[in-house]
Nanobody, 119 residues
Framework: QVQLVESGGGLVQPGGSLRLSCAAS????????MGWYRQAPGKQRDLVAT???????NYADSVKGRFTISRDNAKNMVYLEMNSLKPDDTAAYYC?????????????WGQGTLVTVSS
């Protein structure tokens, strides 16, 4: 059974930094892409950033220049470094992965980790 487990959320003051981590476990051949989405209360889930197995990245305009996505293919992990955090960044952050398995491809989401930016 394939699972994604996130860690690293919490409370931070405006202008602060946080690093989120997500680990994929289970049986699969590859993961492409991996990424992060976020959902604020009462709003839809939106893309934050994605990264391919080759390292190509894509960011939402609202986080460009402040957030950095990276991955460790050997460890099946993806990270999100968040700097210059703003109150508008407050949301539940979800790890996403599309994985190649024996019978095709599957998509998985993590359970979510809460990021609160407040003074």
């Amino acid at each position: 059974q394939v699972q994604l487990v996130e860690s690293g959320g919490g409370l931070v003051q405006p202008g602060g930094s946080l690093r989120l981590s997500c680990a994929a476990s289970g049986t699969f051949f590859s993961i492409n892409p991996m990424g992060w989405y976020r959902q604020a209360p009462g709003k839809q889930r939106d893309l934050v950033a994605t990264i391919t197995s080759g390292g190509n990245t894509n960011y939402a305009d609202s986080v460009k220049g402040r957030f950095t996505i990276s991955r460790d293919n050997a460890k099946n992990m993806v990270y999100l470094e968040m700097n210059s955090l703003k109150p508008d960044d407050t949301a539940a952050y979800y790890c996403y992965a599309r994985l190649a398995v024996a019978w095709g491809t599957i998509e998985r989401w993590g359970q979510g980790t809460l990021v609160t930016v407040s003074s």
